[in-house]
T-cell receptor, first 114, second 112 residues
Framework: GAVVSQHPSRVICKSGTSVKIECRSLDFQATTMFWYRQFPKKSLMLMATSNEGSKATYEQGVEKDKFLINHASLTLSTLTVTSAHPEDSSFYIC??????????FGPGTRLTVL | EDQVTQSPEALRLQEGESSSLNCSYTVSGLRGLFWYRQDPGKGPEFLFTLYSAGEEKEKERLKATLTKKESFLHITAPKPEDSATYLCAVQAVGTGRRALTFGSGTRLQVQP
């Protein structure tokens, strides 16, 4: 199946700093990528839809100034958590859909804010 | 609003003991129902997509079926390596959105 990568896989940062997470589609072009958040033993919650060359679409309750999304190319979307706080600690996962039949997820990024 | 409910929340099986996981859904119009496997600390791994009632798909010990209101993931003669969380998700038609709405998952543990 198609491969989606994320970097870093794990990050620990101090409260108040910003963290950038990259999501890459390795063998297909992705005009749209999705960013999800997952709390321990909970399911995935959609945060935003990343659109190549245009603004991201955020879900209700997700602060767009806090979670900055940039989709500058057909293979890369980035999520920047600005002024991170401990409540932002979570597992962040991106996905993309190369065809109608499948949607593939990255390996996830574990963010811990001290 | 699209909703997905999975049951049971957790399931413990002995190796070789077949069982089924349930995924009930409500969606304005179903484009596809997806099944994923997720291991701890990793992203979901794609298993199947089902599109219409009556459809079935198989992969090794797993078979997924779909009706107008629910989907089942049947696990035949499971092995310990099948232990994982199994996630069900729906994708709706008509809005142009391709994001998925997930259920809370079923944590499966297969004991040797």
């Amino acid at each position: 199946g198609a491969v989606v990568s994320q970097h870093p896989s794990r990050v620990i940062c101090k409260s108040g700093t910003s963290v950038k997470i990259e999501c890459r589609s390795l063998d297909f072009q992705a005009t749209t990528m999705f960013w999800y958040r997952q709390f321990p033993k909970k399911s995935l919650m959609l945060m935003a839809t990343s659109n190549e060359g245009s603004k991201a679409t955020y879900e209700q309750g997700v602060e767009k100034d806090k979670f900055l999304i940039n989709h500058a190319s057909l293979t890369l979307s980035t999520l920047t958590v600005t002024s991170a706080h401990p409540e932002d600690s979570s597992f962040y996962i991106c996905s993309s859909q190369p065809s109608f039949n499948e949607q593939f997820f990255g390996p996830g990024t574990r963010l811990t804010v001290l | 609003e699209d909703q997905v409910t999975q049951s049971p929340e957790a399931l413990r099986l002995q190796e070789g003991e077949s069982s089924s996981l349930n995924c009930s859904y409500t969606v304005s119009g179903l484009r596809g129902l997806f099944w994923y496997r997720q291991d701890p600390g990793k992203g979901p791994e794609f298993l199947f997509t089902l599109y219409s009632a009556g459809e079935e798909k198989e992969k090794e010990r797993l078979k997924a079926t779909l009706t107008k209101k629910e989907s089942f993931l049947h696990i035949t003669a499971p092995k310990p390596e099948d232990s994982a969380t199994y996630l069900c998700a729906v994708q709706a038609v008509g809005t142009g959105r391709r994001a998925l709405t997930f259920g809370s998952g079923t944590r499966l543990q297969v004991q040797p």
